[in-house]
Each structure stands twice: as C-alpha cells, then as structure tokens.
C-alpha cells in the first residue's frame, strides 16, 4: 500500500525537479548587474570601449604580399632578417627627430624641405577675396632614427623607385614621426583622389624622408579694388611648423609652374620666389618661419575697354551733337538726351552690380559718374535755352492792355507808364504809327 502510494507521487516528483533544474539554468545564464555592465564596457560596440573591433583591427595591421596579416612591428627592425629600411625597437612616434640630432651631427634649426609642383592657379574669386590652387605638395625631413641597409639591392635598381630611393604607401605614416604644418590664411585644403587618394612616400638612402600629395588649396588674399578694373594684386602663399618657432625649425622651398598649362583668367598671372619680409611670422605665440611663394594678379582691361569705357565715351559725344540741334525742335533733342541719360544710368548699374566691394568709389564708377554728369549738364543747359526762349517771347501787355492804352492814348488821357524811358518812347511811336493805320483804314472804308 504504501509502496502504491510512493509510485503515484514519483511523477509529481520529477516535474518538480525538472522545473527545479530549468530555474537554475535560466539563472545562471543571466548575469548580475555588475557583470552584466562590465560586458557593455568592453563591447566592441560601445563608442568609449578600448577593445579593437576584429574587422577594424584586420585593416589597421599590415598586409604581407601573398595577402596574409603581418605583425604590427613589421617596419621595426628584427635580427636576421633582410631589410631596405627598419626602425629601431625603442622608435618613440610622439618624439620630434631633432631630439636626436646627435646621431647624424647635426644642430638645431631642423630644417623642412617643401616642393611646390603648381598645376594652375584655377580660380581667382573677387567677392570673397580667395585664391584656388591646384598642384603637388611635398615635405621633407630627416629622420635620423631610421636603420638603413646601404648593400640593399633597391636603392641602386630601379625597382621601388628612383636610385637611392625607395616608395611606401602613405599607410606607413601610422608608424613614424611626420611634422605638424600650418597654411597660413588657408580657407579649404582638398586632397585629389581617383581611385585612391593621390599620395606617397619615398625613403631616401640618408635618412630623407619625403611626403606628396596633390591638393587644391583655397587661400584669402587681401585684395585693393579701389582702381578696379585697373587693379593688381600680389598674393603669398606661406606654410611652416604650426608648432615648432624658428629657433627650432627652419624652411627651405622651390616650386615649378609652367604657364602653358594654365587657364585664362581675367587676370595676368605671375608666381615668383616668396620675398624676405614674409619669410617670418610674427605672431603673438612666436616667430615663425615660413616658406612659400608669391603670386602677382594684373586683370585684363581689354574688356572693360570694349564693353564699357569706349561706348561711354561715345554716348557724352552723341550728347554733343544735340547742341546742332536747333533748339525750337525740342521733342527730337529732349528725347535724345534722355536717352542717353537713361543708357548710361543702366551701363552704371549692371557695372557696380559686377564690381567688387571697394573701400571708396572706384575708377570705373568714378568715370561712369563723369559721363553721367556730362550728359545730365547738356540736358540742364537745353532746358535753359528753352526757359530764355519762352522769357523773350512773353509780350509787355496782353490784348485787353494794349487795346486800353491805345484808346487812352487817343483821348488825350494819360497813358499808363511803362517800365523805363526807353520803353515808353517807342511804345508811344508805335501807337502813333498804329492810330495813322486805323484812321488810314477808317476811310478808305467811308470811300469805298
């Protein structure tokens, strides 16, 4: 009986240990808030977590030429094994080379070398006074850390590059030292890309290390319109250590134009060597040192010739001719002067619609308003012949008047005093010659 009653409760027994056993693992796979946010701290999801995404880690390492993954002190040097260039195990990337000057012999000021290889100057922009520059941009220095292996075939074949020089992709500027460069007045520095971005770098034999890229550079340029279209303008285009003064480094640049690939502009250009006194920047952090070199902007004046100043010139002569004009025509030579009134007025605005911002009027305004003035004083002088002509006209007495005074004056009554002597004696032999006429006509009426 009793052993009947332990079979009918064995059943209810294992569903309680099995729901029993699915609580445990249900908890144990849930974890405690403490370790639930230790796991959020090292996600590689989480923005602030120092562990390194697998991906992200597989492009920063190095790739082997059969596509394999390198390690990440690939460019160090390791013993036994052939090398072009290495650095060494205690290469520190945050130290400036010329702490370590004494390894080549050689004392402060380091010294940059820029190359300038200018394409064309492609946009010269006078409402924002900017300046667009297309061309290759290389910086060089010494790195005295490297380790070079002078008895290594690429530097004497033609294989990596030019002789006692070898290329490296820009990638390995991750791992050594580069300057920190500023470009003075700079408003946009754009990087050229076709398929990839248009750079390298090239290890020179003694220690040179050489970076290119090709950039198209907006700079500002302070720019004087006062004498525009007359206008010239000189623009420097500088760069140097942003944080290194003279005292430490120093700078040595050349460029290379060549004027038959350049565009036309509505300026002559011309690039010469950067002139000593911007050589040096003073600013309130230092003096700098500074290399670049200068652009002279002279505009072309041809077309203001053509489109504004020679058919202004025309229009104050056409206003001349009006003066040939007799003034009684007056619809004819109004309308004229109107005209070129209104046509300068208009060749004015679209002028200062296109100009530049200028500090004061400048030349072309000043001629435009000279032409206007010449015009507007022929207008005012015709409308002073015609107010003469009108005064000359206007009689001394009116119908009614003249009537009055001729009969008063056959009465023997007084006659009305006129303005001067003069005046009153010839009207008074005119009245006579008029009442002779009237008597004269009187009888001949009574004869007929």
């Known amino acids: 009986m009793g052993m009947m009653h332990f079979r009918d ?8 240990v099995m729901q029993l056993s699915c609580i445990l693992h249900q908890t144990s796979s849930v974890d405690w808030p403490e370790e639930q946010s230790r796991k959020e701290s090292l996600s590689p999801v989480d923005p602030d ?56 012999n050689k004392s402060l000021p380091w010294d940059y070398a820029f190359r300038f290889v200018i394409e064309e100057i492609s946009n010269i922009n006078d409402k924002s006074q900017t300046m667009s520059i297309s061309m290759y941009f290389a910086v060089s220095w010494l790195e005295p850390r490297l380790k070079i292996n002078e008895s290594a075939t690429e530097w004497s074949e033609a294989r990596t590059g030019p002789a006692n020089e070898v290329n490296e992709s820009p990638e390995i500027l991750k791992y050594i030292w580069y300057p920190e460069l500023e470009i003075y007045g700079l408003d946009t520095f ?48 500088q760069v140097g250590s942003y944080y290194d003064t003279h005292e430490t480094v120093t700078c040595s640049s050349f460029f290379i134009y060549d004027l038959d690939r350049q565009r036309s502009l509505q300026h002559f250009i011309q690039i010469e060597s950067l002139p000593s006194e911007f050589k040096v920047m003073e600013l309130p952090s230092g003096i700098y040192a500074a290399c670049g070199f200068q652009v002279r902007l002279q505009r072309k004046q041809m077309q203001f010739l053509v489109q504004v100043y020679l058919p202004s010139f025309m229009f104050v002569i056409v206003s001349w001719v009006s003066f040939l004009i007799k003034p009684e025509v007056v619809p004819g030579r109004m309308a004229l002067l109107v005209t070129l009134f209104l046509v300068l007025i208009n060749i004015f605005n679209s002028v200062r619609e296109n100009a530049p911002i200028s500090s004061r009027l400048n030349a072309i305004d ?83």
């Open 49 to 104: 977590s120092k562990m390194i995404p697998e991906e992200q880690l597989r492009k920063e390492i190095p790739h082997t030429s059969d596509g394999g993954l390198a390690s990440l002190d690939t460019n160090k040097c390791k013993p036994n094994t052939p090398f072009i260039w290495c650095l060494p195990q205690d290469y520190n990337q945050e130290k400036h080379p010329f702490t370590y000057f004494h390894l080549v």
């Open 366 to 448: 000043l001629y435009l308003v000279v032409c206007i003035f010449l015009v507007f004083g022929a207008l005012m002088e015709y409308a002073v012949i015609l107010l003469l002509l009108k005064k000359r006209r206007k009689p001394m007495r009116t119908i009614d008047q003249g009537l009055r005074h001729l009969f008063a004056a056959s009465n023997g009554a007084a006659a009305v005093p006129l303005r001067d002597t003069n005046t009153r004696e010839v009207c008074f032999h005119n009245c006579l010659q008029l009442k002779f006429m009237l008597f004269s006509s009187i009888s001949q009426c009574y004869l007929c």
């Open 190 to 237: 754009g990087r050229q890309r076709v398929l990839k971005e248009m750079s390298g770098v090239r290890i020179i034999k003694n220690k040179t290390i050489t970076y290119e890229l090709g950039v198209r550079i907006t700079i500002s340029c302070r720019m004087n319109f006062d004498d525009y279209p007359l206008d010239a303008h000189t623009c420097q285009f």
């Open 9 to 16: 409760k064995l059943p209810l027994t294992w569903c309680l």
